[in-house]
């Protein structure tokens, strides 16, 4: 198998896997990600297969949208056998799936490759902006999240199980718990500068929203 049918074969599989996703990490968002992954991959030395790999599989079996990560994390691995990559690539990609995501870093992180480094800016540069704002309005509908209370004011250094715990959470809080903070935590030059305009795009969301909440205007 050439490398371009390897990745072919995975997107396959990731779209099987995603499509019925309703919270917002429907195969779109892994689309998204991959297409940043590779216009990061123009300014990084990294290595392709392994990046673009890890970008269609990061978010299949993660704890928040399966019951079961451990065994999807197999299955994984299994399929990638298939397609005959080595154990030592198989390694690399599975070392970046287990370990890139938000709430993992909240309990042990874990220093990335540069091809996890960019898969998570990738996925964290989706989690921002307009689109970023999107997605937490539709997660924070689907978990039943109030949508705004001045009175509840954001949690800080939350930890993974109190980060999960949405029984006091609110759409907007989530902002100042998660989202304000990415930009900051971008590995990659390039993943940095495209996150300053998104990140003032919910600066002035949330500056607008505050100002309609208070019938100022
Ligand atoms: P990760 O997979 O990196 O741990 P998350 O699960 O934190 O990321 O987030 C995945 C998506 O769901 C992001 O777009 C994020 O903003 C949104 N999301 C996560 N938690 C909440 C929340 N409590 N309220 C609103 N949106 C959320
Ligand atoms: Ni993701």
Redesign the pocket.
């Known amino acids: 198998m050439t490398e371009e049918q390897q990745l072919q074969a995975i997107k396959d599989f990731s779209y099987q896997k995603m499509k019925k996703d309703t ?3 429907n195969f779109d ?1 892994i689309q998204r990600v991959v297409k940043t992954a590779k216009r990061l991959l123009n300014e990084e030395p990294a290595n392709k297969l392994i990046t673009l790999a890890a970008a269609y599989l990061h ?1 299949v079996a ?1 704890d ?1 949208l399966v019951s079961d990560p451990k065994e999807l994390d197999l299955e994984i691995q299994k399929f990638l056998q298939t397609l005959g990559l080595t154990s030592d690539q198989i390694e690399k990609i599975l070392f970046i799936t287990r370990n ?6 909240l309990e042990n992180r874990q220093k990335l490759s540069l091809e996890g480094q960019i898969v998570q800016d990738a ?2 540069l ?2 921002i902006g307009a689109i ?1 704002i999107t ?6 509908g689907k ?1 039943a ?1 109030t949508i705004y209370d001045p009175d509840i004011l954001p949690r800080k250094n939350l930890n993974k199980a109190e ?2 715990n ?1 029984s006091n ?3 907007i ?2 902002f100042y ?3 304000l903070k990415l930009t900051d935590m971008m590995n990659t030059p390039t993943a940095k500068k495209i996150a300053q305009a998104r990140h003032q795009y919910m600066i002035d969301f949330l500056k607008e929203f505050k100002n309609e909440w208070n019938a100022e205007r």
Request: negative net charge; glycine residues 8%; without cysteine.
């Open positions: 919270s917002g990490h968002h978010d993660d928040k890139l995501s938000f709430s993992k870093s996925d964290r989706d989690a970023g997605r937490a309005i539709y997660y924070g978990h999240e980060y999960r949405l959470e609110t759409i809080n989530h718990e998660k989202l």
